[in-house]
């Protein structure tokens, strides 16, 4: 009696037992994901509303991003801020961020710095914060120093300005480490924020 | 340009790049042109032979084989016209006069006759080659401290000498027609020695000066077709001839042709020189239409600070490698090489200042100032160095001034008297440090000797 009591505890124990296993199988078997930093810096702005009638209201969520932009005299840099559909990883907001470059100011008076035959092949967020920007260059682009001094802080500005967690910014060259983009400026260590270019 | 002065006054006009050259207003043609190499000028023998040597009334003739030219004086503008009849024999006679510290030996003749002078073991020995010669004696001994006798044989004279020092030459004189030998002992170099090459002005002080850009990369490009690296090329010409001008130095061109050379080569070769000054010479552009005038630029330091201890942290990590040996680490090179210049950064805006100052005066270009960039060929440097915006290739008018020669001389002796004025201001004793031995991976080591300019 006690020893078919006894088997029938043990049964009832190992039920138990197998059904927790089956409730937390799915749980600790998940893969860990790494913890993804931030990289919005800006707080996102109020979603715009379009509101057409007749169309159902579909909020965009937008975020405000600075961009640096040449004037048409001096060449300094001057921000302008505009809104951006937000982005959803720091890969896909280094190409929206290079493709308002691309697209130029909105401000009269500011001119565009990237040519049209300068291309981002891919941007990346590495987790040591530093952005790698890999930009195709046409081999038949040629530069003084002025011109690619803009360029060069123009893409370098823009990105540490609206990237989170970002401390340095290295520019690939058709995929590779380059000296230069036309034999000015040093591409060959990351770059922190390039203030001398900024207007006053 | 270069330019030769006879004694008579003759005048010899060549350059880099020239297939003739003006011998006393008159052109000569040479197989190969003139070309320069890092500052020296090398010319085929046909040069010497057609345009240097009759310039100093001598005759040269060149044997490949054994690399000897064999110079003879007198062959270039010795008289030609025979006043005698031809074939009639010359009557010879010899006087000695010892005027210390040379000797001469006067052959004179009853008629001006062709004659051929060579240096033989003996002595010297004067051949007749137009006539027959009447000797006044066989052999005759001389008391004479340089000359110990003078030996007629057949058409020929031999003037023997006293020792193996000695040397000579010979030259014909007229009204009397004579032969005049002169011997004396040997200075610094014999007159019958391969032409060496010419030395380097001065050393100890070196300038090298970098035509920014050239062969496939063109620079920036003009809205005329004016491209950045043949202008930059053309000033860095000027400049190289500007600067001994006001400063006894020895300048050194990064490229002398249209060759495409890396960044890093070009400071590499400052760096191997161990030249006081490096140079690069560029032509701006802009996006912006406005942008025009001159710029100098120094290196700006932004992220050095972060750089610094990045480096006292892998130095207190990585062994330390044996002088001259590769280094282990190739960031720790990478770092070093950027760190190069920062010792120099003062020296170097404070040439920025002189230059861009100068820059102001001469060049009537608007002053866009002395600025900071983070130039790549600026950074490896380790000694005082920077980039000279000439002007905007890509503004119309400054286009058409950067093509013009007498803007770019103006630019070129502007930039050499803020050269000197730099040097003139400096303490005697600031030697170019040599406290950081900074090398990238392709150039060779900066403690080597540097060869001598040839």
């Known amino acids: 009696m006690s020893r078919r009591a006894a088997a029938a505890i043990l049964l009832v124990m190992a039920a138990a037992v197998g059904l927790l296993l089956l409730v937390n199988r799915p749980a600790s078997s998940r893969p860990t994901f790494r913890r993804r930093l931030p990289f919005l810096r800006v707080t996102p702005a109020v979603a715009s509303v379009t509101a057409r009638p007749g169309a159902p209201a579909a909020p965009v969520e937008t975020v405000r991003v600075t961009l640096f932009f040449s004037d048409a005299s001096e060449g300094k840099l001057h921000p302008e801020e505009r809104d951006i559909a937000k982005p959803a990883e720091p890969g896909a907001f280094l190409r929206a961020l290079f493709e308002e470059l691309a697209r130029g100011p909105r401000r009269p008076g500011l001119i565009g710095v990237l040519p049209p035959r300068i291309q981002l092949r891919n941007g990346f967020l590495m987790p040591s914060g530093e952005v790698v920007l890999d930009i195709a260059v046409d081999s038949s682009l040629s530069f003084g120093s002025a011109e690619e001094l803009s360029i060069v802080s123009s893409l370098v500005d823009t990105t540490l300005q609206n990237v989170a967690n970002t401390q340095s910014v290295r520019i690939l060259v058709n995929g590779e480490p380059a000296e230069s983009l036309g034999g000015h400026v040093d591409l060959t260590r990351p770059m922190g924020f390039i203030r001398d270019e900024l207007a006053p | ?454």
Request: aromatic share 6%; no cysteine.
């Open chain 2, 1 to 454: 340009m270069l330019t030769i002065g006879a004694k008579s006054g003759a005048q010899l006009l060549a350059g880099p790049g020239a297939v003739q050259v003006s011998v006393n207003g008159r052109s000569v043609e040479i197989s190969r042109p003139i070309r320069s190499v890092t500052g020296v000028l090398y010319a085929p023998p046909d040069f010497f032979e057609k345009a240097l040597f009759p310039l100093a009334g001598a005759r040269g003739t060149w044997d490949p084989s054994q690399r000897l030219w064999t110079v003879t004086a007198g062959g270039g503008t010795a008289p030609a016209g025979p006043a005698a009849e031809p074939g009639a024999p010359v009557t010879v006679d010899v006087a000695v006069v010892h005027v210390d510290p040379s000797t001469q030996v006067v052959l004179r003749e009853s008629t001006a006759a062709r004659f051929e002078p060579q240096l033989v073991t003996s002595g010297i020995q004067i051949r007749w080659t137009d006539r027959k010669v009447v000797p006044p004696f066989a052999e005759r001994r001389f008391d004479d401290p340089l000359v110990a006798a003078v030996r007629f044989e057949g058409d020929a004279v031999t003037v023997v000498f006293r020792d193996a020092s000695l040397t000579a030459h010979a030259y014909p004189l007229t009204d009397p027609d004579r032969i005049v030998v002169e011997v004396a002992r040997v200075v610094a170099s014999p007159p019958i020695e391969p032409a060496p090459p010419p030395p380097p002005a001065v050393p100890g002080l070196t300038i090298v000066i970098d035509p920014g850009h050239g062969g496939g990369e063109t620079g920036a490009i003009g809205p005329d077709g004016l491209q950045e690296k043949d202008v930059t090329l053309q000033i860095a010409r000027r400049l190289a001839a500007a600067i001994p001008r006001v400063l006894s130095s020895r300048v050194v061109l990064t490229r002398d042709s249209d060759s495409g050379i890396s960044l890093d080569d070009r400071t590499s070769l400052a760096n191997h020189e161990k030249a006081a000054l490096f140079l690069s010479l560029h032509a701006n552009s802009s996006r912006a239409v406005g942008a025009h005038g001159s710029e100098t630029y120094y290196l700006s330091l932004e992220t050095s600070d972060r750089v610094s201890q990045d480096v006292a942290r892998r130095e207190n990590v990585a062994p330390a490698a044996a002088p001259g040996a590769p280094a282990a680490n190739p960031d720790l090179d990478f770092i070093l090489w950027d760190l190069a210049q920062s010792a120099h950064i003062t020296e170097s805006s404070r040439l920025a200042e002189a230059i861009q100052t100068q820059l102001n005066v001469v060049s009537k270009t608007e002053n866009r100032g002395i600025k900071q960039a983070p130039f790549r060929v600026l950074a490896g440097a380790t000694m005082p160095a920077v980039l000279v915006e000439v002007g905007f290739i890509s503004h119309p008018e400054e286009e058409k001034q950067l093509r013009s020669a007498a803007f770019q001389e103006s630019v070129a002796v502007a930039i050499a008297k803020a050269v000197g004025e730099f040097f003139g201001r400096r303490q005697p004793a600031a030697a170019p440090a040599a406290g950081l031995a900074v090398t990238p991976p392709p150039a060779r080591s900066p403690g080597a000797t540097p060869p001598p300019g040839k």
